[in-house]
Protein backbone atom coordinates (compact mmCIF):
# COMPACT_ATOMS: atom_id res chain seq x y z
CA UNK A 1 0.00 0.00 0.00
CA UNK A 2 0.96 3.70 -0.92
CA UNK A 3 1.90 5.85 2.24
CA UNK A 4 -1.04 8.67 1.88
CA UNK A 5 -4.90 7.63 1.54
CA UNK A 6 -6.75 9.30 -0.84
CA UNK A 7 -10.26 10.41 0.35
CA UNK A 8 -13.03 11.31 -2.05
CA UNK A 9 -16.02 13.11 -1.77
CA UNK A 10 -19.53 11.66 -2.83
CA UNK A 11 -21.55 14.55 -3.56
CA UNK A 12 -20.14 16.57 -7.08
CA UNK A 13 -16.74 14.99 -7.07
CA UNK A 14 -18.04 11.11 -7.68
CA UNK A 15 -21.77 10.79 -7.47
CA UNK A 16 -23.18 13.38 -10.00
CA UNK A 17 -26.02 14.17 -7.36
CA UNK A 18 -25.77 18.13 -7.51
CA UNK A 19 -27.00 18.24 -11.14
CA UNK A 20 -30.17 17.19 -10.63
CA UNK A 21 -30.78 18.06 -6.87
CA UNK A 22 -29.99 22.00 -7.47
CA UNK A 23 -32.31 21.78 -10.67
CA UNK A 24 -35.21 20.40 -8.79
CA UNK A 25 -34.25 22.73 -5.41
CA UNK A 26 -34.69 25.70 -7.82
CA UNK A 27 -37.82 24.77 -9.32
CA UNK A 28 -39.77 24.29 -5.78
CA UNK A 29 -37.96 27.51 -4.40
CA UNK A 30 -35.63 25.33 -1.88
CA UNK A 31 -32.24 26.49 -2.97
CA UNK A 32 -31.99 30.28 -1.69
CA UNK A 33 -31.75 29.32 1.99
CA UNK A 34 -30.16 26.77 3.82
CA UNK A 35 -33.35 25.62 5.27
CA UNK A 36 -34.94 25.10 2.20
CA UNK A 37 -31.89 23.32 0.99
CA UNK A 38 -31.46 21.08 4.36
CA UNK A 39 -35.36 20.07 4.11
CA UNK A 40 -34.76 19.15 0.10
CA UNK A 41 -32.16 16.65 1.27
CA UNK A 42 -34.24 15.31 4.69
CA UNK A 43 -36.99 14.64 2.23
CA UNK A 44 -35.42 12.96 -0.57
CA UNK A 45 -36.05 9.45 -1.67
CA UNK A 46 -32.03 8.68 -2.07
CA UNK A 47 -32.35 4.79 -2.85
CA UNK A 48 -33.98 6.33 -6.03
CA UNK A 49 -31.96 9.47 -6.50
CA UNK A 50 -28.73 8.17 -6.41
CA UNK A 51 -29.39 5.51 -8.99
CA UNK A 52 -30.74 8.68 -11.45
CA UNK A 53 -27.72 10.74 -10.59
CA UNK A 54 -25.31 8.23 -11.84
CA UNK A 55 -21.31 9.18 -11.52
CA UNK A 56 -19.41 11.75 -12.93
CA UNK A 57 -17.14 11.14 -15.67
CA UNK A 58 -13.78 9.18 -15.13
CA UNK A 59 -14.33 9.29 -11.28
CA UNK A 60 -15.03 5.52 -10.99
CA UNK A 61 -12.18 4.90 -13.25
CA UNK A 62 -9.93 6.70 -10.98
CA UNK A 63 -10.80 5.20 -8.49
CA UNK A 64 -10.34 1.67 -9.80
CA UNK A 65 -6.71 2.82 -11.04
CA UNK A 66 -6.02 4.62 -7.39
CA UNK A 67 -6.52 1.44 -6.41
CA UNK A 68 -4.50 -0.70 -8.74
CA UNK A 69 -1.34 1.66 -7.59
CA UNK A 70 -1.86 0.83 -4.34
CA UNK A 71 -3.57 3.72 -2.75
CA UNK A 72 -6.71 3.22 -0.30
CA UNK A 73 -9.60 5.03 -1.46
CA UNK A 74 -12.17 5.98 0.96
CA UNK A 75 -15.58 8.14 0.47
CA UNK A 76 -15.55 10.97 3.03
CA UNK A 77 -18.97 12.40 2.54
CA UNK A 78 -21.40 14.91 4.34
CA UNK A 79 -24.72 13.75 5.64
CA UNK A 80 -28.16 15.49 6.12
CA UNK A 81 -29.69 12.01 7.36
CA UNK A 82 -29.62 9.01 8.83
CA UNK A 83 -31.43 7.84 5.60
CA UNK A 84 -29.08 9.17 3.41
CA UNK A 85 -26.40 7.24 4.68
CA UNK A 86 -27.64 4.12 4.54
CA UNK A 87 -28.79 4.74 0.75
CA UNK A 88 -25.32 5.49 -0.16
CA UNK A 89 -23.65 2.84 1.97
CA UNK A 90 -26.13 0.45 0.19
CA UNK A 91 -26.06 2.42 -3.42
CA UNK A 92 -21.89 2.64 -3.30
CA UNK A 93 -21.26 -1.08 -2.05
CA UNK A 94 -23.14 -2.47 -5.12
CA UNK A 95 -21.84 0.00 -7.69
CA UNK A 96 -19.96 -2.65 -10.46
CA UNK A 97 -18.23 -0.09 -12.32
CA UNK A 98 -16.39 0.63 -8.96
CA UNK A 99 -13.46 -2.52 -8.53
CA UNK A 100 -13.44 -2.57 -5.30
CA UNK A 101 -16.91 -1.82 -4.25
CA UNK A 102 -17.44 -3.90 -1.40
CA UNK A 103 -13.89 -3.60 0.37
CA UNK A 104 -14.25 0.36 -0.03
CA UNK A 105 -14.61 2.64 3.44
CA UNK A 106 -17.79 4.93 3.34
CA UNK A 107 -17.49 7.51 6.35
CA UNK A 108 -20.04 9.74 6.88
CA UNK A 109 -19.74 13.42 8.42
CA UNK A 110 -22.66 15.47 9.11
CA UNK A 111 -23.07 18.18 7.67
CA UNK A 112 -22.72 20.64 10.70
CA UNK A 113 -19.24 18.88 11.26
CA UNK A 114 -15.57 19.77 9.24
CA UNK A 115 -14.41 16.47 7.74
CA UNK A 116 -11.04 17.24 8.27
CA UNK A 117 -11.68 16.91 12.95
CA UNK A 118 -13.01 13.04 11.90
CA UNK A 119 -10.42 11.94 9.71
CA UNK A 120 -6.58 12.80 9.87
CA UNK A 121 -5.40 14.64 7.35
CA UNK A 122 -2.21 15.46 7.51
CA UNK A 123 0.00 14.19 4.17
CA UNK A 124 -3.58 12.54 3.25
CA UNK A 125 -5.44 13.73 0.13
CA UNK A 126 -9.31 15.25 -0.02
CA UNK A 127 -11.12 15.65 -3.18
CA UNK A 128 -13.93 17.59 -2.85
CA UNK A 129 -15.52 20.16 -4.50
CA UNK A 130 -16.42 21.93 -1.63
CA UNK A 131 -13.42 25.13 -0.93
CA UNK A 132 -14.23 25.28 2.52
CA UNK A 133 -13.22 21.64 3.16
CA UNK A 134 -10.32 22.29 1.38
CA UNK A 135 -8.92 24.88 3.43
CA UNK A 136 -9.59 23.31 6.48
CA UNK A 137 -8.22 20.12 5.45
CA UNK A 138 -4.70 21.65 4.41
CA UNK A 139 -4.51 23.72 7.02
CA UNK A 140 -4.70 20.59 9.21
CA UNK A 141 -1.32 19.31 6.95
CA UNK A 142 -3.08 17.50 4.09
CA UNK A 143 -3.42 18.01 0.45
CA UNK A 144 -6.34 19.20 -0.77
CA UNK A 145 -7.65 18.42 -4.35
CA UNK A 146 -10.49 21.18 -5.49
CA UNK A 147 -12.79 19.94 -7.74
CA UNK A 148 -13.66 22.68 -10.13
CA UNK A 149 -13.72 23.75 -13.68
CA UNK A 150 -12.02 27.21 -12.51
CA UNK A 151 -8.62 27.16 -11.00
CA UNK A 152 -7.68 28.28 -7.68
CA UNK A 153 -5.05 30.30 -7.28
CA UNK A 154 -4.13 28.45 -3.90
CA UNK A 155 -5.00 25.44 -4.34
CA UNK A 156 -4.73 22.21 -6.82
CA UNK A 157 -7.49 22.31 -9.12
CA UNK A 158 -8.70 19.28 -11.21
CA UNK A 159 -12.12 18.73 -13.77
CA UNK A 160 -11.53 15.69 -14.45
CA UNK A 161 -11.06 12.72 -11.96
CA UNK A 162 -7.86 10.78 -14.03
CA UNK A 163 -5.69 13.89 -13.24
CA UNK A 164 -5.57 12.31 -9.70
CA UNK A 165 -3.31 9.82 -11.16
CA UNK A 166 -0.32 11.66 -12.02
CA UNK A 167 -0.99 14.22 -8.52
CA UNK A 168 -1.06 11.67 -6.59
CA UNK A 169 2.01 9.91 -7.83
CA UNK A 170 4.08 13.42 -7.78
CA UNK A 171 3.61 13.65 -4.10
CA UNK A 172 4.54 10.08 -3.49
CA UNK A 173 8.46 9.85 -2.36
CA UNK A 174 8.80 6.48 -3.43
CA UNK A 175 8.16 8.06 -6.93
CA UNK A 176 10.91 10.10 -8.00
CA UNK A 177 9.44 12.18 -10.53
CA UNK A 178 6.95 14.86 -10.58
CA UNK A 179 4.13 13.93 -13.32
CA UNK A 180 2.56 17.46 -15.22
CA UNK A 181 -0.06 18.22 -17.41
CA UNK A 182 1.64 20.76 -19.41
CA UNK A 183 -1.00 23.60 -18.02
CA UNK A 184 1.32 26.00 -17.23
CA UNK A 185 -0.67 27.10 -14.46
CA UNK A 186 -1.75 24.13 -13.13
CA UNK A 187 1.70 22.75 -12.97
CA UNK A 188 3.25 25.59 -11.32
CA UNK A 189 0.86 24.65 -8.34
CA UNK A 190 1.66 21.47 -8.51
CA UNK A 191 5.16 22.11 -8.15
CA UNK A 192 4.74 24.35 -5.36
CA UNK A 193 2.21 21.72 -3.35
CA UNK A 194 4.50 19.09 -4.22
CA UNK A 195 7.55 20.97 -2.53
CA UNK A 196 5.82 22.06 0.48
CA UNK A 197 4.68 19.34 1.61
CA UNK A 198 6.79 16.89 0.82
CA UNK A 199 9.97 18.69 -0.38
CA UNK A 200 10.62 16.71 -3.69
CA UNK A 201 12.22 19.42 -6.62
CA UNK A 202 13.27 18.62 -9.43
CA UNK A 203 16.41 18.10 -11.14
CA UNK A 204 18.68 19.72 -13.94
CA UNK A 205 19.16 17.45 -16.39
CA UNK A 206 19.04 19.14 -19.18
CA UNK A 207 22.06 17.39 -20.64
CA UNK A 208 20.64 14.13 -20.68
CA UNK A 209 17.27 15.10 -22.14
CA UNK A 210 19.26 16.81 -25.21
CA UNK A 211 20.46 13.94 -26.25
CA UNK A 212 16.93 11.77 -25.77
CA UNK A 213 15.79 14.63 -28.01
CA UNK A 214 17.99 13.95 -30.58
CA UNK A 215 17.27 10.38 -30.79
CA UNK A 216 13.94 10.49 -30.62
CA UNK A 217 14.01 12.81 -33.61
CA UNK A 218 16.20 10.47 -35.69
CA UNK A 219 13.94 7.71 -35.06
CA UNK A 220 10.76 9.49 -35.45
CA UNK A 221 9.95 7.74 -39.11
CA UNK A 222 10.82 4.34 -37.45
CA UNK A 223 8.18 5.20 -34.58
CA UNK A 224 6.05 6.06 -36.53
CA UNK A 225 6.21 3.39 -39.03
CA UNK A 226 5.79 0.88 -36.14
CA UNK A 227 2.68 2.69 -34.77
CA UNK A 228 1.07 2.74 -37.85
CA UNK A 229 2.16 -1.01 -37.75
CA UNK A 230 0.83 -1.55 -34.23
CA UNK A 231 -2.38 0.26 -34.54
CA UNK A 232 -3.68 -1.83 -38.29
CA UNK A 233 -2.55 -5.38 -36.24
CA UNK A 234 -4.90 -4.59 -33.26
CA UNK A 235 -7.60 -3.64 -35.61
CA UNK A 236 -6.87 -6.79 -37.65
CA UNK A 237 -6.06 -5.04 -40.61
CA UNK A 238 -2.89 -6.94 -40.82
CA UNK A 239 -2.12 -10.21 -39.67
CA UNK A 240 1.52 -10.95 -38.21
CA UNK A 241 1.89 -14.40 -37.05
CA UNK A 242 5.48 -14.03 -35.47
CA UNK A 243 4.65 -10.30 -34.24
CA UNK A 244 5.03 -9.99 -30.54
CA UNK A 245 2.55 -7.94 -29.47
CA UNK A 246 2.80 -7.59 -26.02
CA UNK A 247 6.69 -6.39 -26.54
CA UNK A 248 5.69 -3.52 -28.65
CA UNK A 249 2.93 -2.37 -25.88
CA UNK A 250 5.91 -2.03 -23.81
CA UNK A 251 8.22 -0.39 -25.91
CA UNK A 252 5.58 2.31 -26.90
CA UNK A 253 5.16 2.82 -23.56
CA UNK A 254 8.95 3.04 -22.44
CA UNK A 255 9.41 5.74 -25.52
CA UNK A 256 6.37 7.27 -24.28
CA UNK A 257 8.21 7.39 -20.92
CA UNK A 258 10.75 8.83 -22.70
CA UNK A 259 8.83 11.29 -24.95
CA UNK A 260 7.73 13.09 -21.78
CA UNK A 261 11.06 13.38 -20.13
CA UNK A 262 12.11 15.08 -23.27
CA UNK A 263 8.87 17.88 -23.28
CA UNK A 264 9.59 18.06 -19.58
CA UNK A 265 6.08 16.67 -18.54
CA UNK A 266 7.74 14.47 -16.48
CA UNK A 267 10.52 16.28 -14.19
CA UNK A 268 12.73 13.64 -12.04
CA UNK A 269 14.16 14.28 -8.67
CA UNK A 270 17.23 12.97 -8.83
CA UNK A 271 20.43 13.09 -11.04
CA UNK A 272 19.74 11.20 -14.47
CA UNK A 273 23.21 8.79 -15.00
CA UNK A 274 24.12 7.79 -18.49
CA UNK A 275 22.04 4.61 -18.09
CA UNK A 276 18.66 5.93 -18.65
CA UNK A 277 19.99 7.04 -21.84
CA UNK A 278 21.15 3.26 -22.87
CA UNK A 279 17.71 2.09 -22.05
CA UNK A 280 16.19 4.19 -24.03
CA UNK A 281 18.76 2.89 -27.37
CA UNK A 282 17.77 -0.51 -26.15
CA UNK A 283 13.81 0.62 -26.94
CA UNK A 284 14.99 1.74 -30.74
CA UNK A 285 17.30 -0.79 -31.79
CA UNK A 286 14.70 -3.54 -30.53
CA UNK A 287 12.00 -1.28 -31.83
CA UNK A 288 13.58 -1.38 -35.43
CA UNK A 289 14.24 -4.93 -35.52
CA UNK A 290 11.31 -6.02 -34.94
CA UNK A 291 9.85 -3.55 -37.15
CA UNK A 292 12.11 -5.04 -39.78
CA UNK A 293 11.28 -8.50 -38.89
CA UNK A 294 8.19 -7.81 -39.12
CA UNK A 295 7.68 -6.19 -42.57
CA UNK A 296 9.30 -9.48 -44.21
CA UNK A 297 6.59 -11.70 -42.99
CA UNK A 298 3.05 -9.57 -42.83
CA UNK A 299 -0.14 -11.19 -44.41
CA UNK A 300 -2.75 -8.89 -45.82
CA UNK A 301 -6.06 -8.84 -44.87
CA UNK A 302 -9.02 -8.18 -47.08
CA UNK A 303 -9.77 -5.10 -45.24
CA UNK A 304 -6.04 -3.80 -45.47
CA UNK A 305 -5.30 -4.22 -49.03
CA UNK A 306 -8.74 -2.15 -49.62
CA UNK A 307 -7.20 0.63 -47.54
CA UNK A 308 -3.39 0.00 -48.21
CA UNK A 309 -3.12 3.80 -49.15
CA UNK A 310 -3.37 4.78 -45.82
CA UNK A 311 -0.15 2.24 -44.79
CA UNK A 312 2.19 3.75 -47.58
CA UNK A 313 4.57 4.24 -45.92
CA UNK A 314 5.20 0.45 -44.69
Known sequence: MRAREVYYDYDGVFGDTMTP??????????????????????????????????FIKNSPEAINALNKLGYGVSFLTHINSLDEYIAKINFIKNIEVLENAKEINVIAVPRIIDKSTTINPKGNFLVDDRLEN??????????????????????????????LINIALSFDESEYAIYL?????????????VKEKCGKVPVNNDDIIVNI?????????????ARKMHASIASKH??????????????????EY??????????????????????????LLQLSMLNSNDKKSKILTKSYKNNKKSFKNY
Request: negative net charge.
Open 213 to 225: NQKLRRYKYDIEC
Open 181 to 193: SGDPIKDEMLLKK
Open 134 to 163: IINWEAMGGIGIYFSEVQHESYITISDPMD
Open 21 to 54: AVKEMKANGMYETEEGRTKYFRELNWIEFLQRAG
Open 238 to 255: LVIPSYDYNRMEEIFKTL
Open 258 to 283: YNNIGTKKILSTYKFSDSIYYDLLTS
